[in-house]
Structure formats: structure tokens, C-alpha cells
């Protein structure tokens, strides 16, 4: 905080990708989050220009203080998720960039609110007293957000969870490339079951990016239900993409029922909540083709469903 007061925090821009930021903010927070069994969502379905002027110090420094107040606030068993939006920006070549950082944890009181961003400021509450910290993390945030140029807002309530806004411009490269289009990708229909409506919408999104036609659906059953359907009317879907964890229907058995409708005919791809070489084993032994971490890339994606696909 004093280096930032003293004015020696310099601010260097360099070229960034921003998948790159988001898997390095995963990697870091995912023992967090594992061990107290939380849901984490990474949706950048909105972002046209993934390549920006930036610096990426800062950026992390923002995006991982809000990520530990989020895990430290949220019980075991909820939702953290993170969602950036490109939108127009006044400056030729810039573009503004929301992200937003949202929890379903204990939440704040209005009155902690409006000093949330002030050195040495906890909200002093049975709940949080346990909870280690300085009360130097927003305060912190806020300055570096203000040198970056942007802004900063929360909404929260109290036992209803905290969404966190940050909003910076940043000088788009015109170089940006988001993926590279495959011609035999085209139109091909993709089944995607997720229970979390958000990753169910971004990874549609995502594959509709890329040229395929996507459907998707909440339920593991309805997954079942739509694979008989499109087999009896002859408009198979070419691939599928399931969750590895879904209440009514599991992903091993939802697969199971699929491969007796389609055989060994179409590939399906698994998404979990991490990387652990134990979840792509009884991924791959229960009739999966492939394995996909979440947070749900479209790069990864496009690579994996090109893989299954030959």
C-alpha cells in the first residue's frame, strides 16, 4: 500500500492473451476451490479480441483479490464465477472490459459496503471473524484498478452472496485471432448437458462460435431423451458434451444410456470441475472420447472436438 502511495507502482503494458490470464487465475485458486468442493465458472463467451495492451501483473493482482475474498466468503459446496464482457469503447482502438466476479457466499451489509474500499476496513460479524486478513485487499484493488484507468463497484446481501465489477479499457491488437475455422466442423450438431444453465449457455456459445449447431439441456434424462429422438428422426447430433456431475442423472450413467441408443457411433466428451488424472480415467472407462477441464476454453474446446472428430 505504501509503494502505491509513494507513486513507485508503475503500470507496463505489454501484449496479452486473455486466456492466458484466466487459465493462470484457475491454476492458482484451484486448490481453493477443490478443497471446499466450490463450482467455478469462467464464461469470456462475450470477449471478440482476446489479444490486448495490458499489464498482466496488475490484472492478476485485481482479478486473484477478488477471487480470495470470493473462496474465503463462500461456504463449501457453493458458486464462484467469473464473467468478462467486451463492450465499445469512445477511444479508437480501445475497448472496455467488465469483469465481474460473483459468489452466492455470506454477502456484506449495505452500511460495510460504502467502506468497503478504505484501508483497515472487516466487517466485524461472527461469521468472518474467524477468517484471516489484513483488510489491505480491496483497498489495494481499488488503487490499482484507479492507475489502470477503470473502475471499480459491488453489490451485495447479506446471506445472499457479493458480485464484484471491474471495468478497464484496454488497447485492443488489431493482430487478435480468436480461432482458426475448420471447414468439416461446419454444421455439425452438438448435444451440451450441464446442470449450471451458465456453463450449459457459454459452452453453446461457444461451439455455435465455431460453426456447429448446439443444443442443450439442464437434465441428464433430457440428454437421454433428446439422443432417442434425433436417432429416430435420422438427425443425429455428431458429438456430445456432458458433465461429469449432474444431480437427477450422473455423467457415467447419462453415457451410458446415450451409448446404448448411439453404439460406439459418436464421440462424447466429458467436462469436469478439474484436471486430476483420476476423473479423466473414469472418464475414458465409462464410454468418453475426451476430457475437458472447466473453465471451458474456446480454444481447448475447438482442439478437443477436433480430436474426437478426426
Known amino acids: 500500500m505504501s509503494w502505491i502511495e509513494s507513486g513507485r507502482v508503475k503500470i507496463e503494458e505489454k501484449e496479452v492473451h486473455l486466456p492466458d490470464v484466466m487459465h493462470d487465475l484457475r491454476t492458482i485458486v ?17 470477449v471478440k479480441n482476446e489479444d490486448i495492451l495490458c499489464d498482466k501483473l496488475r490484472l492478476n493482482q485485481i482479478l486473484l483479490n ?12 457453493g458458486t464462484i464465477i467469473v464473467r468478462i464482457i467486451q463492450k465499445p469503447y469512445y477511444k479508437k482502438g480501445y475497448a472496455l472490459y467488465e469483469f465481474h466476479v460473483r459468489d452466492n457466499g455470506i454477502g456484506m451489509s449495505r452500511e460495510f459496503q460504502e467502506h468497503l474500499f478504505e484501508s483497515f476496513t472487516r466487517e466485524e460479524t461472527s461469521t468472518v471473524s474467524g477468517i484471516q486478513g489484513t483488510g489491505l485487499g480491496m483497498a489495494i484493488t481499488k488503487n490499482i484498478v484507479d492507475m489502470m484507468g477503470g473502475t471499480i463497484s459491488v453489490e451485495s446481501e447479506e446471506g445472499k452472496g457479493t458480485e464484484y465489477t471491474v471495468s478497464i479499457p484496454f488497447q485492443v491488437l488489431a493482430s487478435s485471432a480468436r480461432y482458426e475455422i475448420i471447414p468439416q466442423l461446419q454444421g455439425v450438431r452438438v448435444l451440451v448437458a450441464d446442470d449450471d444453465s451458465n456453463t450449459a449457455i457459454s459452452v453453446s456459445h461457444m461451439v455455435q462460435e465455431i460453426g456447429m449447431v448446439a443444443e442443450w439441456t439442464l437434465s441428464g434424462k433430457e440428454a437421454v431423451l433428446r439422443t432417442k429422438v434425433a436417432v429416430e428422426q435420422n438427425r443425429e447430433f455428431g458429438a456430445y458434451i456432458i458433465d461429469w456431475m449432474m444431480p437427477d442423472l450422473n455423467g457415467i450413467e ?50 478437443t472436438i477436433a480430436k474426437v472428430l478426426g
Open 254 to 303: 447419462t453415457v451410458r444410456r446415450i451409448r446404448q441408443i448411439i453404439g460406439d457411433s459418436r464421440p462424447i466428451i466429458a467436462m469436469t470441475a478439474n484436471a486430476f488424472e483420476e476423473d479423466k480415467q473414469k472418464a475414458f472407462a465409462a464410454g468418453m472420447n475426451a476430457h475437458i477441464a472447466k473453465p471451458i476454453e474456446v480454444d481447448s474446446l475447438l482442439s
Open 66 to 77: 477478488l477471487l480470495s475474498n470470493a473462496t474465503k466468503f463462500t461456504q463449501n459446496g
Open 30 to 46: 484451484n486448490a481453493s476451490i477443490v478443497s471446499k468442493n466450490i463450482e467455478f465458472f469462467i464464461d469470456a463467451v462475450d
